[in-house]
Nanobody, 124 residues
Framework: QVQLVESGGGLVQAGGSLRLSCAAS????????MGWFRQAPGKDREFVGA????????SYAGSVKGRFTISRDNAKNTVHLQMNSLKPEDTAVYYC?????????????????WGQGTQVSVSS
């Protein structure tokens, strides 16, 4: 079992930045690919970005590419989502997820573990 706990959400003005964190416990963190998803009110949950087990490869949704950056610290069992140039349409609950590989953590149905989510609100 893996427990994931997100933190760092909040309210920010458009153009601002936030850094989300996800702390993992349970299984060996360095063997898990990690992903971030988000769900806005009335919309489906969508992929935001993911990072490989070693941190050497990252993948992003087109809507956030160039603005968001994922990083991980395997020594501290944490993964971060740095969000810059935030827009009102980035408002959502952001979820951390874990899976066996990068190819599975980018798909909602194949993510094995989920955090409880953290709210990000961007005002115009």
């Amino acid at each position: 079992q893996v427990q994931l706990v997100e933190s760092g959400g909040g309210l920010v003005q458009a153009g601002g930045s936030l850094r989300l964190s996800c702390a993992a416990s349970g299984r060996t963190f360095s063997r898990l690919a990690m992903g971030w998803f988000r769900q806005a009110p009335g919309k489906d949950r969508e992929f935001v970005g993911a990072i490989s087990e070693s941190g050497g490869v990252a993948s992003y949704a087109g809507s956030v590419k160039g603005r968001f950056t994922i990083s991980r610290d395997n020594a501290k069992n944490t993964v971060h989502l740095q969000m810059n140039s935030l827009k009102p349409e980035d408002t959502a609950v952001y979820y951390c997820a874990a899976a066996q590989s990068l190819s599975t953590v980018i798909v909602i149905s194949t993510c094995e573990y989920w955090g409880q989510g953290t709210q990000v609100s961007v005002s115009s």
